[in-house]
């Protein structure tokens, strides 16, 4: 039986050597390895010889079948589906298959052209951490016990004096604890507040924040920054005004807007027919902030200001739902 077993190994590789396509591979499996195939046949034949006979031939006929079975497996991989009378050849004058390309986020992208005007300012970028100590995010800003912002509605607490930071203002906190003056940087970073979610509100966003302490800064030095920075980032002259307002971490504090860049401060939908958009927050520190990380306050003033990146982004580009940011909807991201 051996030459037998011979004959059909030399056989079946060779047929499956020359097989072109995928069905013409399945013939010969089924000719081969099916349950009434060639290879079957031999192991229902080995029974009927003498006992001595049959390790020899049993070892060939598994030899045979492992074979076959690599074979068919090396071929499969390599073989077209279609039938080989249809095999379609590469086809150049189809047009080419454009690869995905990446892009960066909206937000990062928004960001990083708010850092760079802020670096030609003299600003520096710190980042911190996210999950905050009540003490950064709050204490040391001057936020009094009983501020509304401190309750469990508006700020996510994974215990009593562990948070999701509510504001990067936290980064400021620690860069003076680690640093005397003068002080120059910008904090971006995202922020958590469990806000109930629609078109203008995220349980999570970005902000910008700013801060410079030295001797002898005023508001003037404020207002010149902020205005500088508007300009850059929106290319254009724009129009701004501050109205008072209050921040337990600023005193005086102001509310900062532009001139709608949409309709010209005429009116429109996007800024409520009010001609301006209020673009961010800001002030001059508050001296018991000074305090609680140990700068004197006789000595140093300092401003800082704060902005959301996702208002920021909104207003530039036209967008009217903030959920679009987190979407993840490439039809949306791939626009910028
Ligand atoms: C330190 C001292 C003061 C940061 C400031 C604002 C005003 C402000 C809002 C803008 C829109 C938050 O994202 S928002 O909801 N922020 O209006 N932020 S002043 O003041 C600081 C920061 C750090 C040490």
Redesign the pocket.
């Known amino acids: 039986m051996l030459p037998k077993i011979e004959n059909v190994r030399a056989e079946a590789l060779e047929a499956l050597q020359a097989a072109t396509d995928a069905d013409e591979l399945e013939r010969l499996r089924v000719r081969y390895l099916g349950r009434k195939g060639v290879v079957a046949e031999i192991m229902a034949e080995m029974r009927g010889l003498p006992p001595e006979e049959k390790p020899a031939v049993g070892r060939a006929a598994n030899e045979l079948k492992q074979a076959i079975t690599d074979l068919l497996k090396k071929k499969k991989s390599g073989v077209s589906a279609a039938p080989a009378g249809r095999k379609v050849a590469f086809d150049f004058s189809l047009p080419g298959r454009r690869p995905e390309r990446g892009r960066l986020h909206p937000i990062t992208r928004t960001i990083d052209s708010i850092k760079d005007i802020f670096i030609r300012l003299g600003f520096s970028v710190a980042v911190g951490p996210e999950v905050e100590t009540n003490y950064h995010n709050f204490e040391a800003?001057n936020i009094p016990l009983d501020h509304p912002s401190r309750d469990a509605f508006d700020t996510f607490y994974l215990r009593d004096d562990v948070l999701l930071r509510s504001?990067t203002?936290t980064v400021?906190?620690r860069v003076?604890e680690h640093q005397p003056p003068p002080v120059r940087v910008i904090a971006p970073g995202k922020?958590f507040r469990p806000d109930t979610v629609d078109a203008s509100h995220m349980f999570l966003?970005h902000?910008i924040?700013g801060?410079m302490v030295d001797e002898g800064v005023t508001l003037a030095d404020l207002k010149y920054v902020l205005y500088e920075f508007a300009r850059t980032f929106y290319d254009r002259d724009v129009k701004m005004r501050f109205r008072p307002h209050f921040?337990p971490?600023?005193e005086p504090?102001v509310?900062v807007d532009i001139g709608c860049f949409i309709c010209e401060a005429k009116g429109c939908s996007v800024c409520s027919q009010k001609g301006w958009l209020e673009i961010?927050?800001?002030?001059m520190?508050d001296p018991s902030?000074f305090e609680a990380v140990g700068y004197d306050p006789e000595r140093y003033t300092g401003f800082?200001?704060?902005?959301?990146v996702e208002?920021i982004a909104m207003l530039k580009h036209g967008i009217d739902d903030i959920r679009l940011f987190l979407e993840n909807d490439l039809r949306f991201l791939a626009q910028f």
């Open positions: 800003l504001q203002s400021q906190i003076m922020v966003f902000q924040e801060l921040f971490f600023t504090s509310e961010l927050g800001a002030g520190v902030v800082a200001f704060g902005m959301g208002r």
